[in-house]
């Protein structure tokens, strides 16, 4: 073998490890990188760093080739960070983060919450950039493309019995849309029972699960999703209409500040609620309320019924009058649809 061949071989062994996603993603997201800038940063070869780079395409996330500058992000924000997450909340709510773990890529931030019990005091939190299986309502996949959303699950334990909780998905849905209004010119709303749209389209969801005795304590997993920067080709499997914080205005789209200011209002609201339960939030939820006078179909198993929705009731349930009778829905494996036309 010829020196040309040794280097050559050399070269190729050096490059054979796998690409770091945060090295790349962070080297895009200071400006745009060439092929050749980019396995040279990364100690890879260039064709590790294009097969990375359409693998990551092929997860939802938007990088152009850009002529006579190379790979770009065409909305570039910091990846996740635990420190600059912490460092932007109040020194009295970061005291009462027990545990903040980041993740690239996982399958689910659920998951991974559901694995480890609630801290005595405070909250567990669980981040990832993207999720190969996140989980929605019903069963359904939550689209989950890097450097695009917020994918976050925490623990909390409550001092309160299970039914005490039975509202509690309704005041986290309050919790969640109050702390978004800060970074919309648009006005949220939520829709029964814990999903928040922006604009009338879906912007985040909610998922919650209940661990205990039936007299409590019982340790709440929340799980969270925040379309923040979502291409068009990222969500178009996505069953409903939808959208992100950056078409509304939005003027801060570092997600380490998006989340910071999330964690600090949801550990408020999470006191708030184990004092006062879901009447506490009756209010707000009613001047938030996105379904109020619209036709819907409410879809239960196999059962549909639609009619015109009325508000919800001091329990939380959804009001739907038909034909002059009202109604009563209960959350659950219910899906609840605006009928138009």
Not at 209 to 223: H, K, L
Request: proline share 4%; glycine share 10%; with cysteine.
């Amino acid at each position: 073998m010829n020196r040309a061949s040794k280097k050559h071989a050399f070269w190729a062994v050096c490059c054979s490890g796998p690409v770091d996603n945060s090295a790349l993603l962070s080297a895009l997201v200071s400006g745009p990188k060439t092929g050749v800038e980019l396995a040279e940063r990364l100690g890879v070869s260039r064709a590790a760093v294009w097969k990375r780079i359409e693998h990551l395409r092929q997860q939802g996330l938007a990088i152009e080739a850009v002529e006579h500058q190379g790979y770009a992000l065409p909305q570039p924000t910091p990846l996740l960070d635990a420190g600059k997450i912490l460092e932007a909340m109040p020194v009295a709510q970061r005291r009462l983060i027990a545990g903040l773990h980041v993740d690239f890529e996982t399958e689910s931030t659920q998951r991974k919450a559901l694995l480890h019990t609630a801290p005595e005091q405070g909250i567990e939190v669980w981040l990832a950039e993207c999720q190969s299986a996140g989980q929605g309502r019903r069963g359904k996949l939550w689209q989950s493309p890097p450097l695009s959303n917020i994918y976050c699950s925490l623990n909390r334990r409550f001092a309160c019995s299970i039914a005490a909780l039975s509202g509690f998905s309704l005041a986290a849905a309050v919790m969640l849309a109050e702390a978004l209004q800060a970074f919309s010119a648009d006005r949220f709303s939520v829709k029964w029972p814990n999903d928040i749209w922006l604009d009338g389209r879906k912007c985040a969801g909610l998922l919650i699960q209940v661990r205990g005795e039936a007299g409590g304590p019982c340790d709440v997993t929340v799980g969270f999703g925040v379309n923040v920067l979502m291409s068009e080709q990222a969500g178009r499997g996505i069953d409903q209409p939808w959208t992100a914080l950056a078409r509304h205005g939005g003027q801060v789209l570092d997600r380490n500040l998006i989340l910071a200011k999330l964690l600090d209002d949801m550990l408020a609201g999470f006191e708030r609620y184990e004092s006062t339960g879901l009447p506490g939030f009756i209010a707000p939820w009613r001047m938030l309320d996105g379904l109020n006078g619209k036709a819907v179909r409410v879809t239960t198993g196999a059962s549909q019924v639609e009619g015109v929705a009325r508000g919800i009731d001091a329990e939380g349930a959804l009001l739907v009058e038909r034909g002059g009778e009202i109604l009563r829905c209960h959350s659950g494996e219910v899906s609840v649809r605006v009928v138009h036309g």
